[in-house]
């Protein structure tokens, strides 16, 4: 079980066998790596759901392997172009999960389970895209620190505010950690145990997936300004797409100049007590940082609670071109969140 949603096992995972199981997508959300928020976002797992199978059915036309079989309608499985109604079930393949050892006295992980080839298993990195740097992204504050340098990113300039990049800068972190943290490519490689070739692969296939979602957000008057993929490798050694992709919680969108992922609910945060406190209690680290945080995150105002659910689904309406969800046109959605955006 996840903050947004759960994993039910329908066939376990062994050693060199994939298993199978269904995604059940709450109406949860999260931010700041807090886990559940007081509040739910009416239909968003159905939203989410809906628009991440049409975008491995994306990938799949373009022959990139992914761990998708199918929604679930009724018991029955269907591909999202034969959906007669929305669901919150998403059936997959799973692979295992090989979670590093936490050394507490010396705040590191050991990895050193990844040292030997493995099969059948979540490779232990998050892969990011970003086709522009917009206000809030990290590589302004990493830059500005000097944990990175725009030539360590790719880049052959100081990037600045709201640049579209001529080449998407592909940024790597961990996934396993209880914070996640940043790594070169070099530190990814080493973690993960892959090879230098299937780090290239890595890299060759968040282009192409990078491209598939940006080119379907465009014909919906919609620009992908970044994302976040992940992977694993199966039982017959092949890197696959896993997980979710291609959803306003994975990805940073723009209708208009403005924010339609949930970098909303995020700005409207940073405005309150209990995000200072958050912060904070990251600084002084650990995986309990949690429990120095003193104070509880307020629920969102109705109005907001309601605008942000009809994002979600008027975005899925949109970009899938299909009626998935009675919602206005995300046009008239996005001049109200707008109202609350100061």
């Keep these: 079980m996840g903050s947004v949603k759960e994993v039910e096992i329908i066939k376990k995972t062994g050693i060199d066998t994939e298993g199978e199981g269904e995604f059940i997508f709450s109406d949860r959300y999260s931010v700041f790596d807090w886990g559940e928020m007081p509040d739910h976002i009416e239909k968003k797992g159905s939203a989410l759901c809906m628009l991440s199978s ?9 022959k990139i392997k992914t761990h998708f079989l199918g929604l679930n309608e009724g018991g029955q499985l269907k591909k999202f172009s034969k959906m007669k109604t929305a669901s919150n079930r998403m059936r997959v393949k799973i692979v295992r999960v090989i979670r590093p050892e936490y050394d507490k006295e010396n705040n590191k992980y050991d990895y050193s ?7 059948n298993y979540l490779i232990p990195l998050e892969v990011i895209y970003r086709n522009k740097l917009t206000e809030g992204s990290s590589v302004f504050k990493r830059i500005k620190d000097g944990s990175a340098s725009f030539g360590s990113l790719g880049l052959d300039h100081e990037p600045v505010l709201n640049e579209l990049l001529k080449k998407p800068v592909i940024d790597v972190s961990t996934k396993l950690e209880h914070t996640d943290r940043y790594l070169t490519w070099d530190e990814a490689q080493i973690i993960s145990g892959l090879d230098a070739e299937n780090i290239k692969t ?11 979602i940006s080119a379907a957000c465009k014909k919906a008057k919609i620009e992908n300004v970044d994302g976040k993929f992940e992977f694993g490798v199966d039982a017959k050694g092949n890197i696959t797409v896993v997980d979710v992709l291609g959803t306003p919680d994975e990805c940073r969108f723009l209708y208009d100049g403005f924010h339609i992922s949930k970098e909303f609910a995020r700005r409207w945060y940073r405005k309150t007590e209990w995000y200072t406190a958050v912060e904070k209690a990251k600084k002084m680290g650990g995986p309990d940082w949690k429990t120095l945080v003193k104070i509880l995150p307020p629920p969102l105002p109705p109005e907001i609670k309601k605008l942000i659910s009809q994002m979600y689904l008027s975005v899925t309406n949109e970009i899938t071109g299909k009626k998935v969800f009675d919602s206005p046109p995300l046009k008239k959605v996005i001049k109200e969140l707008k109202k609350y955006d100061n």
Excluded: C
């Design 113 to 119: 389970a990844y040292k030997n080839k493995l099969s």
């Design 202 to 212: 890595l890299k060759t296939l968040v282009s192409a997936i990078n491209n598939i």
């Design 54 to 62: 049409f975008f491995f059915e994306l990938l799949e036309k373009n």
